[in-house]
């Protein structure tokens, strides 16, 4: 995998500042995540998928990886990624991580033990591995000292739902939280602080959540899953395997769309590959991705 899609980006919207840790990334054919689905079916959106997010074969590259946000004299992630040491379903790639993950997190500054808030925007694993690490045999909290944010509805629809995926990530990743008393239960439009908040993006699970940052007249927005990858600005009724409810997961990128597209700005994929950061725009009945 090309360390390119590795590097290290940040961003700055008005006084908050911004870094992308990547943990993983996946090559995955198109089927993987939309069924009935092939990469021929593309050949009209090469010309801004290729290479960035489409390699030469037509697999999707998905990144997995954290953001890092400091605003408001506050250090927060949101999405905390795989994990390691899971054995996660899947795909081979994020199974049994071994990863310097946390002490990346240090190099940018962002030591565990200053992090104040732990935003999640749904609770599938691969969105919370990073809320505990394994210490003598038991899951502990990685930010001992943050508040986790997690969404109501999302958290009383997952604590008693089977898990589809088998990942026992309410056992690995979210009870320990819940026992050491550090979770804080929120609606979706919940505000951390003056520059951060949360807004309702339902559909890829009932209480999924993007996190929208504004300050000094600028804009970004961090998607979550309500995209995985930027081919679904062009095609925002296409099946997504992972969605829990699919119209309304339709519905809500297309409502997003029209609110952020044609304007300054800056949409963050939580799984949008290098260059990750782009800009929403028309392109005929549609819209496409800028980066």
């Given at each position: 995998?090309?360390?390119?899609?590795?590097?290290?980006?940040?961003?700055?919207?008005?006084?908050?500042?911004?870094?992308?840790?990547?943990?993983?990334?996946?090559c995955a054919p198109i089927d993987s995540l939309f069924p009935d689905r092939s990469a021929a079916e593309l050949s009209a959106y090469e010309s801004w998928l290729k290479p960035n997010y489409l390699d030469a074969d037509g697999?999707?590259?998905?990144?997995?990886?954290a953001f890092l946000i400091n605003a408001g004299g506050m250090k927060m992630i949101v999405d905390t990624c795989a994990g390691n040491g899971k054995n996660l379903p899947l795909y081979d790639e994020w199974k049994n991580l071994?990863?310097?993950?946390?002490?990346?997190?240090?190099?940018?500054?962002?030591?565990?033990?200053?992090?104040?808030?732990?935003?999640?925007?749904?609770?599938?694993?691969d969105h919370?591995?990073?809320?505990?690490?394994?210490?003598?045999?038991?899951?502990?909290?990685?930010?001992?000292?943050?508040?986790?944010?997690?969404?109501k509805t999302e958290w009383e629809f997952w604590k008693d739902a089977d898990d589809p995926y088998e990942s026992?990530?309410?056992?690995?990743?979210?009870?320990?939280i819940f026992d050491a008393d550090?979770?804080?239960?929120?609606?979706?439009?919940?505000?951390?602080?003056d520059e951060i908040s949360l807004i309702p993006t339902p559909g890829h699970t009932p209480g999924h959540a993007s996190v929208l940052i504004q300050s000094k007249g600028e804009e970004a927005v961090i998607t979550g899953?309500?995209?995985?990858?930027?081919?679904?600005?062009?095609?925002?009724?296409?099946?997504?395997?992972?969605?829990?409810?699919?119209?309304?997961?339709?519905?809500?990128?297309?409502?997003?769309?029209?609110?952020f597209g044609n304007t300054d700005s800056t949409v963050l994929g939580t799984h949008f590959a290098t260059p990750t950061a782009g800009k929403i725009v028309s392109d005929g009945d549609g819209y496409k991705f800028e980066s």
């Open positions: 995998m090309s360390d390119r899609l590795y590097e290290k980006l940040s961003w700055q919207v008005g006084d908050v500042s911004i870094h992308r840790l990547v943990e993983v990334v996946l697999n999707m590259h998905i990144s997995i990886h071994n990863t310097p993950f946390l002490e990346n997190m240090t190099e940018l500054g962002f030591g565990p033990d200053a992090i104040d808030r732990v935003m999640c925007t749904h609770l599938h694993f919370v591995g990073w809320n505990t690490h394994k210490v003598n045999d038991k899951w502990v909290p990685s930010f001992p000292n943050a508040r986790y944010l997690f969404n026992n990530a309410l056992e690995h990743a979210l009870q320990p550090l979770v804080e239960l929120v609606e979706a439009n919940h505000q951390v602080c899953d309500m995209f995985h990858h930027p081919l679904q600005f062009a095609e925002p009724g296409w099946i997504d395997a992972a969605d829990v409810e699919s119209d309304r997961a339709e519905r809500t990128r297309i409502e997003f769309m029209q609110r």
